[in-house]
Each structure stands twice: as C-alpha cells, then as structure tokens.
Nanobody, 121 residues
Framework: QVQLVESGGGLVQTGGSLRLSCAASGRASSTVTMGWFRQAPGKEREFVAAITWVVGSTFHADSVKGRFTISRDNAKNAVYLQMNSLKPEDTAVYYC??????????????WGQGTQVTVSS
C-alpha cells in the first residue's frame, strides 16, 4: 500500500511562488512514476506534471509549462512541484499521485489527500 502526504499549499498573490511537497511511503514496485494533478471548484481533475523515479524524465501540462517544475528526491521518497508566476486560474486542490507509465502517459493508481492552493488577484 502506497501512502502519499502533500504539504506546502496556501494563499499567495498573483505572480508569487509556492513549493508543494509529497512524501511517499510504502512504495510499491509498480509505482514507477509520480505526478501532480489539480482540481478547481466545479471542474474535473486535470493533469499537471509527472516524473519517473529512476531516470527523472518529466512531462508538464501546457498550461503550466515554463512556470511549474516537478522534481524528485529518491533518497527521501519525495516529489516536489515548484510553482512560479502563479495566476488566479491556478487556484485548486493539488493532489499527489503515484502510478505507472512514462511521464507523458502517466497512469495514477494511488492518491494523496490534496492540498489547497489559492492565488489571489
């Protein structure tokens, strides 16, 4: 069983930065890739970024490319999402996920509880 715990969310002004962290425990052999998703009120959950544990290959959604960066620390079993130049439309609950597939075709199987990010205008 994989457990994921997110942290680092909060309230920030437009143009500000936040860094989300995800601590993974009970890592399974099938969870070769980690990722971030987000869900805004009234909208479907959408993919943000993914990274593979071994090689560190990354893939970012077009909506965040150039502003967000996913990274990982294998020694700590942790994944991060550095978010810069934040916009009000980035406001959402951000979820960490673990699963399979390459970064560009991430298939999540486990989810964290989510952390709220609010960007004020």
């Amino acid at each position: 069983q994989v457990q994921l715990v997110e942290s680092g969310g909060g309230l920030v002004q437009t143009g500000g930065s936040l860094r989300l962290s995800c601590a993974a425990s009970g890592r399974a052999s099938s969870t070769v890739t980690m990722g971030w998703f987000r869900q805004a009120p009234g909208k479907e959950r959408e993919f943000v970024a993914a990274i593979t544990w071994v090689v560190g290959s990354t893939f970012h959604a077009d909506s965040v490319k150039g502003r967000f960066t996913i990274s990982r620390d294998n020694a700590k079993n942790a994944v991060y999402l550095q978010m810069n130049s934040l916009k009000p439309e980035d406001t959402a609950v951000y979820y960490c996920a673990a699963g399979s597939g390459v970064a560009g075709r991430f298939r999540p199987g486990y989810w964290g509880q989510g952390t709220q990010v609010t960007v004020s205008s």
